[in-house]
């Protein structure tokens, strides 16, 4: 089983960026069985809303992940209700609206997809990695993939760690800077800190750089805008063995869009 994570989609730059990418990754690396995107950023750059998720689905996205700022758009609600393909961290309290995990199934092949968010230097939800154990057993019998969206690494390998063995891939995003420490672990899980992003590299981790900077130099409130420049598409490749659920391989991508003339 052939896979293809997408870092998080960063507002209408970054869809376009993943529009022109994706056929140039099913070229270079597919053809893929499941894409998988964290879509939290994709609707302006905070949050997701019903078009752009059709949107997503339409260019070939199979499932979406998401992280903290799935709340940032009310119009994303109703569809982590309604949408099983769209899921958010799995350890916000039961009373959170969606679901954390879901199994989606293409051409016989099934994979199951959960989400987990980290708790240093982000808000303080339940544990992460008790909610994994928990998740895991409703999931046994299909390959994991796990997206952590969490900013310490530390906090992303030791759960890498925790899970090796139990879980296909565990795979970093949120910190939208892809990182270079890609492996199978010990007992056959893929793992990787950060994904990367897909959207404008020319910023500041997908906004426009001066207002990043100004409120680094005031310490005042300022409104970013989704950045345009340098639009890249960060992913990784995976393969599966699905008899016995471990990972073969992992691979960086990272495909640039040409400007237009």
Known sequence: MKILFVGDVVGKPGRKALAAALPRARSLKGPFDFVVANAENAAGGFGLTQKVMEELFDLGVDALTSGNHIWDNREALPLLDNERRLVRPANYPPSS???GSAIIEKKGLKLAILNLQ???FMQAIDCPFRRADDEIDTLEG???LVDVHAEATSEKRALGLYL????????GTHTHVQTADEEILDRGTAYISDV??????GGVIGMEKEAIISKFLTAMP???EVSSKNLRMDAVVIDIDESSGKSVSISRLSIGIEKEK
């Open 196 to 201: 990367g992003m897909t959207g404008g590299h």
């Open 222 to 224: 300022t409104k970013f």
């Open 142 to 144: 299909v390959p994991i």
């Open 164 to 171: 090796d063995g139990r879980v296909s891939a565990v795979l």
């Open 97 to 99: 609206r969606g679901c």
């Open 118 to 120: 980290g708790r240093i």
